[in-house]
């Protein structure tokens, strides 16, 4: 199985820049995408394809990266921006999601 | 608009059969793939299985001998079926749309499912 690593936590300050990084065990080409989850929501797409920002989505967010390592983009970073983070591949079957960043706001 | 819901049990007890249904609207479940998506408590994210648009399943191994996914394209309704349920196969339940490659673009609220004697 292809095994995506992200860091566990990040805190960071509104009106600031943050990344968020996920590393593939194997190369994922540009089959990268990523989710937001609030607690107790479903979790909702952000980024497709490693760069495309979903209909809807702050241009705050944008994402990069190909191969295996990807890197999700907030800037600036808002207060609602409170969530979890998770990156998922789509190249490999299984289709596997990474552990989450989970950003706090200071 | 494109919806997904998810019902079920909710409270399951050991080695019992999980049932769960995905009901879908806005899109047509023979031009769309079906996802379920599981996530333990407090963990993160797995992929369980896919029903595709021309009706093929793909599993993901870990659960692949305990797991069936079907559907009523009638009723625009996706299935999960899971046996010899243990603890630790507690937790939210989300089914989501997607296509071979793509991501899990649409997902429903989530079914809390807890196996527990």
């Known amino acids: 199985d292809t095994v995506l690593t992200q860091s566990p936590a990040l805190a960071v300050s509104p009106g600031e820049r943050v990344t968020i990084s996920c590393r593939a065990s194997e190369s994922v080409s540009t089959l990268m995408h990523w989710y937001q989850q609030k607690p107790g929501q479903q979790p909702t797409l952000l980024i497709y394809?490693?760069?495309n920002l979903e209909s809807g989505v702050p241009a705050r967010f944008s994402g990069s990266g190909s191969g295996t390592d990807f890197t999700l983009t907030i800037d600036p970073v808002e207060a609602d921006d409170t969530a979890t983070y998770y990156c998922?591949?789509?190249?490999?079957?299984?289709?596997?999601f990474g552990g989450g960043t989970k950003l706090e706001l200071k | 608009q494109v919806q997904l819901e998810e019902s079920g049990p909710g409270l399951m007890q050991p080695s019992e059969t999980l049932s769960l249904t995905c009901t879908v609207s806005g899109f047509s479940l023979t031009s769309n793939g079906v996802g379920w998506v599981r996530q333990p408590l407090g963990k993160g994210l797995v992929w369980m299985g896919t029903i595709w648009a021309g009706g093929s399943t793909n599993y993901n191994s870990a659960v692949q001998s305990r797991l069936s996914i079907s559907r009523d394209t009638s009723k625009s309704q996706v299935f999960l079926k899971m046996n010899s349920l243990q603890p630790e196969d507690t937790g939210t339940y989300y089914c989501?749309?997607?296509?071979?490659?793509?991501?899990?673009?649409?997902w429903g609220q989530g079914t809390l499912v807890t196996v527990s004697s």
């Open positions: 394809l490693a760069s």
């Open positions: 989501a749309r997607h296509y071979y490659g793509s991501p899990f673009a649409y």
């Open positions: 998922q591949q789509s190249w490999n079957d299984p289709w596997t």
